[in-house]
């Protein structure tokens, strides 16, 4: 699990050590949550293509 942590990061280019001061937090949390989202959205539209390929019906 924590080399998928780890590389999740390496991809969305975000440093693995956490920020020291305030102004580096807000950025690495805005970018941190852009990633997730992007992931998140990615697996809902292979969910979405999963789901209409399922429920088609040949006539």
Do not use: C, H, K
């Amino acid at each position: 699990m924590a080399s998928v942590v780890a590389e999740f990061f390496q991809i969305t280019g975000v440093d693995i050590t956490p920020p020291t001061t305030m102004a580096e937090l807000i950025p690495y949390l805005l970018t941190v949550f852009v990633a997730i989202v992007l992931v998140i959205s990615v697996f809902r539209i292979v969910a979405a293509i999963a789901a209409a390929l399922v429920n088609w019906r040949r006539f």
